[in-house]
């Protein structure tokens, strides 16, 4: 079993930034491909960013193209989400999913963390 924590949320101002982290424990000897997906109240999940464990190959959706980056450390088990030049449509609840077969899988979800993007 794997478990997966998100942190780094919070509240920024429009055209700020904020770098989330995704930290996987437990049976973590399997390396695995990293999706972050957020939701937005009355929305439908959607995937924001992925990246490959085998070839570090990303994908990124393209409504944050261009301002989010993804990456991961193996030896700490962490990937992260570079966030800049946010936006209020930004807002949304930001979650973490692992997979150890397919690119932007979701075998293993984490708790979500909040994002916020006001003045």
């Known amino acids: 079993q794997v478990q997966v924590v998100e942190s780094g949320g919070g509240l920024v101002q429009p055209g700020g930034s904020l770098r989330l982290s995704c930290a996987a424990s437990?049976?973590?000897?399997?390396?695995?491909?990293i999706a972050w997906f957020r939701q937005a109240p009355g929305d439908e999940r959607e995937g924001v960013s992925c990246?490959?464990?085998?070839?570090?190959?990303?994908y990124y959706a393209n409504s944050v193209k261009g301002r989010f980056t993804i990456s991961k450390n193996n030896a700490k088990n962490t990937a992260y989400l570079q966030m800049n030049n946010l936006r209020p449509e930004d807002t949304a609840v930001y979650y973490c999913?692992?997979?150890?077969?397919?690119?932007?899988?979701?075998?293993?979800w984490g708790q979500g963390t909040q994002v916020t993007v006001s003045s």
């Open positions: 990246i490959s464990n085998s070839d570090g190959f990303t």
């Open positions: 999913a692992l997979s150890s077969r397919h690119l932007c899988g979701t075998d293993y």
């Open positions: 437990g049976d973590t000897h399997n390396d695995y491909n």
